[in-house]
């Protein structure tokens, strides 16, 4: 059984920093998609960053890059999302998401079959 248990969330101020974790289970990590992707209320669910498990190649959204890292640490099965330079823009329920298949960018939800339950990100201007 898939698992992904995200945790990190918070409340911050504006410039402030955040590190996301996700925990992942039941699947055979180094051979799946990994991505983060998030939902502010009355918006569309937005695809944030990816990171392919076995090479380590990555994608930001335009909205991100220069201020969210993402990575992984493979022995622990653990994703993570680093946010820099927050912005009140960023206020949403981040979550982590599995692709078994190939993922293109900018990538869809639709292509993600796992999915962990949310954490909320809160910033103050």
């Known amino acids: 059984q898939v698992q992904l248990v995200e945790s990190g969330g918070g409340s911050v101020q504006a410039g402030g920093s955040l590190r996301l974790s996700c925990a992942a289970s039941?699947?055979?990590?180094?051979?799946?998609?990994m991505g983060w992707f998030r939902q502010a209320p009355g918006k569309e669910r937005e695809g944030v960053a990816v990171?392919?498990?076995?090479?380590?190649?990555?994608d930001l959204a335009d909205s991100v890059k220069g201020r969210f890292t993402i990575s992984q640490d493979n022995a622990k099965n653990t994703l993570y999302l680093q946010m820099n330079g927050l912005k009140p823009e960023d206020t949403a329920m981040y979550y982590c998401?599995?692709?078994?298949?190939?993922?293109?960018?900018?990538?869809?939800?639709?292509?993600?079959?796992?999915w962990g339950q949310g954490t909320q990100v809160t910033v103050s201007s």
């Open positions: 998401a599995a692709a078994l298949g190939y993922v293109r960018w900018p990538m869809s939800e639709f292509d993600f079959g796992y």
């Open positions: 039941g699947i055979t990590y180094g051979r799946y998609y």
């Open positions: 990171i392919y498990s076995r090479s380590s190649v990555t």
